[in-house]
C-alpha cells in the first residue's frame, strides 16, 4: 500500500510512520508536513534514507500541493494538525484554518482523485468534558474550547463527505498520548523536561481533572488496524483505559525522575478546562486492537527516553517555546 500521512513529521506522526514502515515491508509512505514549530525533521531522521520513505514540505490548506502529493495513493492518514489547547486559547485562527479547512481541501481532492480511504485522525475531546460513564462513537459532540470545536469541525464534515458524496472516510478518535517525540509544550513531557531542570511543574487548578492515557505506540497499532479493516463511515474510538487525576500523574512523573513533590507549582486553572474525558473504546477492540503497555512500564520508558535524549528537546525549549511560555505563564 502506498500512504500519504500529512502532519508525519510531528509527534504521532512520526511514530506511525515508523510504525508502518517496520511492520509492512511492503508498504510506501509519503510525509506532508508544513513544519509548524511541532513539525521537526529530527524526528525521522532514523528512516530519513529509506527508498520507502519520502517527505514533502507543504501546506494540507493547499489544494495544488495536496492533489500533488496524492497522486498514485491508495489511502491518506490525516494527522496534520493544531494541536494544543492553550494555543488554541490564545491563537484560535491557525486551529480553523488547518483543522477545518485543511480537511476540507483533503476531502475535495480525495473526492476529486477518487482515493480509495482517508483515515482521518481525531479526538476525544471533541466529546467535551464527561463527568460520568464514558464517550461512545454516537455520543453528541459538545467540543468546549477552540481546539477540540475545531476538531469537531473535521470530524462533521468528513462524516457529510461520505454521507453525501460516499467519501471513503474513517475517523479515529483518541484518547490522550504519550511517548517520545512529544513536544515538551504537553503535559507529560512538559513535566519531565521541567522536572530535569529542577524547574517548577505547573499544575493547572485544583489538579484534579482526569486525563485517559494512551502510549503513542498503542494509538498507532490501533491506527494501522483501523486504516485497513475498519469500515467506511464509522467513528472508532481509541482509549487507553487508564484514568488518572492530573496530580497522580504529576507525582508519578517526578518519583520516576528522581524528583521532590515541592517542585509541583499550582497555577490558575485553564479556562474552559474540561474536567474529565473518558472512552468506551469497545468497537475498535472488536477489530483486535487492544493497548499491549501497561501505563506504568510506558511512562518510565518515557522518562529515561527524555532524559536520554536532551539533545532533541532542548533545543526545542528555547527560541519560539521561550516566548510561547512566558506569554502562557506570564499571563497566569
Ligand atoms: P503534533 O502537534 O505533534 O504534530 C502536528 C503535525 O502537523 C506537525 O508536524 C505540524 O508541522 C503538522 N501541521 C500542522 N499544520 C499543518 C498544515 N496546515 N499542513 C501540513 N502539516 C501541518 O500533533 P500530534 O500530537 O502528533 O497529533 C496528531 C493528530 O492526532 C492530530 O490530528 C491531533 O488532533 C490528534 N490527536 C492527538 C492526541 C495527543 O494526545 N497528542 C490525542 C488525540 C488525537
Ligand atoms: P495537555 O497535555 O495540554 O493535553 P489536553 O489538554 O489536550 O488534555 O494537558 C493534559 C492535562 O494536564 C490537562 O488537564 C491540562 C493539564 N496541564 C497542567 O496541569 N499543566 C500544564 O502545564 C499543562 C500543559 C497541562
Redesign the pocket.
Known amino acids: 500500500m502506498k500512504l500519504l500521512v ?8 512520526s511514530n506511525f510512520v515508523r510504525h508502518v514502515l517496520a511492520a509492512h515491508p511492503e508498504d510506501s509512505v509519503v510525509n ?5 514549530y ?3 525533521p529530527a524526528n525521522l531522521e532514523d528512516v530519513a534514507h529509506d527508498p520507502r520513505y519520502r517527505f514533502v514540505q ?4 493547499d489544494a495544488t500541493v495536496v492533489r500533488d502529493a496524492l497522486k498514485g495513493v491508495d489511502a491518506v492518514v ?7 489547547v492553550d494555543r488554541s486559547l490564545m491563537e484560535p485562527d491557525e486551529f480553523l ?3 477545518v479547512f ?1 480537511v476540507f481541501t483533503l476531502l475535495e481532492a480525495v473526492r476529486e482523485l477518487k482515493i480509495p480511504r482517508l483515515l482521518h ?5 471533541v466529546y467535551g468534558s464527561v463527568e460520568r460513564g464514558s464517550s461512545r462513537e454516537s455520543d453528541p459532540l459538545r467540543p468546549s474550547n477552540p481546539y477540540s470545536a475545531s ?1 469537531a469541525g473535521g470530524d462533521l464534515l468528513a462524516l457529510a463527505y461520505w454521507q453525501t458524496h460516499k467519501t471513503p472516510v474513517v475517523i479515529t ?6 511517548g517520545p517525540y ?2 515538551p509544550e ?1 503535559v507529560i513531557p512538559l513535566f519531565i523536561t521541567n522536572a530535569v531542570d529542577d524547574q517548577p511543574l505547573p499544575l493547572y487548578g485544583d489538579g484534579k481533572n482526569v486525563r485517559d492515557w494512551l502510549y503513542v505506540l498503542d494509538n498507532c497499532a490501533a491506527i494501522d488496524l483501523v486504516l485497513r479493516k475498519g469500515k467506511e463511515g464509522e467513528v472508532y474510538n481509541i482509549g487507553g483505559g487508564h484514568e488518572v487525576e492530573n496530580i497522580v500523574l504529576t507525582r508519578q512523573i517526578l518519583k520516576l525522575a528522581g524528583k521532590p513533590e515541592t517542585l509541583i507549582t499550582p497555577v490558575k486553572d485553564r479556562p474552559g478546562h474540561d474536567r474529565r474525558y473518558s472512552l468506551d473504546a469497545k468497537k475498535v477492540q472488536q477489530l483486535g486492537w487492544a493497548p499491549r503497555h501497561k501505563f506504568g512500564d510506558a511512562l518510565a520508558t518515557t522518562v529515561a527516553w527524555y532524559r536520554a535524549r536532551e539533545a532533541w528537546w532542548r533545543p526545542l525549549k528555547s527560541g519560539e517555546f521561550r516566548a510561547y511560555y512566558a506569554k502562557q505563564y506570564g499571563a497566569r
Not at 506532508?32 to 509548524?36: G, M
Not at 485522525?121 to 475531546?125: L, Q, R
Not at 478518535?173 to 504519550?178: A, C, G, L, V
Open positions: 500529512t502532519g508525519g513529521a510531528g509527534f504521532i506522526g506532508l508536513d508544513k513544519l509548524t511541532a513539525g521537526n507543504g501546506d494540507i490548506c490525516n494527522m496534520a494538525a493544531c494541536t494544543h484554518r488547518t483543522d485543511g485522525i481525531s479526538t476525544d475531546e476538531k478518535r483518541s484518547s490522550n498520548n504519550f512529544q513536544y504537553k
